[in-house]
């Protein structure tokens, strides 16, 4: 792990390529599984406040399970409070299919559609980086899911670390500066990882 700024960062974010290729997965991520997104609380009061504004983005079956459980968030069998899902369905109640078939967030097109003035949960705008909360820091962890098979041979393909993938929502998270120092860190990284010492390589003096 490495330290930075109050992180601990899996070297796995310099390590592993990522790049989304919606076109080959249709954002399978916002219908696949047995929960919804991992939500803080503060965003699952603004998702509140706002629903009618992202309402209109969401399909009807998700409207529909809004009124159901009575809730624009919940608490999972694990305890999270999360986004709710389309029970029979599966998907988030905030998904919605584009005119490709590729499955988009209801919340994140209101926002870039200046509705609302928050993004989709910062647990789906980091992915496939998961955060989990120590007692001093944050630790951020590269989470492996077959899904995302195509946007690891895309990222191969482009040589995109995932860190670098996630500069947006990373930034938005912890700070331009806090990015821009990671920048370095990855630099130095690099080189100590060609480093013949770091292959267990000794020079002759």
């Not at 989470?143 to 041979?153: G, L, M, R, V, Y």
């Amino acid at each position: 792990m490495i330290e930075h700024r109050g992180t601990l960062l899996s070297e796995e974010l310099f390590e592993k390529r990522f790049v989304c290729n919606l076109d080959a997965c249709k954002g399978a991520c916002c219908e696949v599984g047995d929960s919804g997104a991992p939500l803080e609380p503060d965003e699952a009061k603004l998702i509140e406040k706002h629903y009618a504004a992202i309402e209109p983005y969401m399909t009807q079956r998700g409207k529909k399970a809004v009124k159901d459980q009575g809730a624009t968030s919940v608490v999972d069998i694990d305890g999270e409070l999360v986004t709710p899902i389309v029970q029979e369905y599966a998907e988030c109640v905030y998904a919605k299919k584009d005119g490709k078939g590729i499955w988009m967030c209801g919340i994140e097109q209101a926002f870039n559609d200046g509705k609302i003035a928050f993004n989709k949960p910062k647990s789906c705008h980091l992915y496939p980086i998961r955060i989990s909360k120590l007692k001093y820091h944050d630790a951020l962890n590269y989470h492996q899911w077959d899904i995302c098979s195509p946007a690891c041979e895309l990222g191969a393909k482009l040589g995109v670390p995932v860190f670098r993938f996630l500069k947006g929502s990373l930034t938005r998270v912890y700070g331009a500066d806090w990015y821009d120092e990671l920048e370095v860190i990855y630099e130095e990284w690099l080189k100590q990882q060609s480093s013949p010492q770091s292959h267990g390589e000794h020079r002759e003096m």
